[in-house]
């Protein structure tokens, strides 16, 4: 038997949660995020099982998108952060991508090009992120060249990011509302705005396009669940076994640094998953896990190949049983504060060592 450790990935549950995207915000267009490797579950598959909804896909990087082409994917493809090069720009009008532009030499670079045809264009503004994108102040007199340029561009959008989305406070979220609104009315510019929380809980920020990401593989983004956000399923959910079962006397501990200590005589599990695969390292003792559908609390530092539950009220759990380390009945969103991350990284940092098995392709 070769080591149990694979990631399950239902696509079903991936349609699913893009169908709740799409309902959520019924007059826009939602626009999949595929980028690092569709968070971790498989850039090509995952386009694949959502070839015949999605209108649109958006990647961070040219190679992704390339990638997407290669695989048979004819779907505009939206470069989230556009080039990061004038060399790119033959490829993308080869490859008939959508290009994001946020810089002055982009604008620059675009315009000295001339593309085969017009190369569908969205202008980023900085409405508050202050990450990437073009100064409020700035954005009329790009968005006024770029409209110009009907050689080098078309369907030019406005596009930008949101900072707070998922926060309970809306006082930064409003703020950034009320910079986009004037320059949409100014410039009639149609507009993409919604990331996954946005989506979720601000039908305001809905637009002409959404760009649902975290969303579609499950992870719940807001800090305040609400109804929808309730309603999304996980898409991945890391499996394991059980390969050794140990019995310990109090006071006697686990693993590296001896962190986790027994408090009574106690029964040890030991699973096959670790940093090594992408679990994160920061897990805390307590982190849960579940064996044969129960929950039993992480115990000791992960190790590369391996980490340790206790399984001392679970006496059925032995070598074999069955784990779950996230996703189907434990969400990575939980893990994830146990490690005192989010589960974007826990997702996209899942490892090419663990196997990715598909299901529910065949509904598609
Ligand atoms: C520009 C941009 N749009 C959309 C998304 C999708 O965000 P989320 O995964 O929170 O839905 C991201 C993700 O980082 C992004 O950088």
Known sequence: MSRPLIADIDLGALRDNYRLARDRAPHSRALAVLKADAYGHGATQCALAL???APAF???SLEEAVALRDAGITQPIMLLEGFFD???LPLIDAHRLWVAVHSDWQIDALLAYHPRQPIPTWLKLDSGMHRLGVAPEMFVAR????????TQVTALHLMTHFATADALDPTYFRRQMTCIETLRQRLEAPICLANSPATLAWPEAHGDWTRPGV????????EGAND????LKPVMTLRSELIAVRELATGEVVGYGGRWKASRPSRIGV??????DGYDRHAQDGTPVLVEGQRVPLAGKVSMDMLTVDLTDVPEADVGSRVVLWGEGLSVDEVARYCDTISYTLLTGLLPRVPRRYRNAEMM
């Open 215 to 222: 969303m579609l593989y499950g992870s719940d983004p807001l």
């Open 86 to 88: 004038a060399a790119e």
């Open 228 to 231: 929808a956000s309730r309603a």
């Open 51 to 53: 070839a015949d909804m």
């Open 58 to 60: 958006a990647v961070a």
């Open 271 to 276: 699973v096959a998953c670790g940093y090594g």
């Open 143 to 150: 968005w006024q060249r770029l409209k110009a340029a009907s």
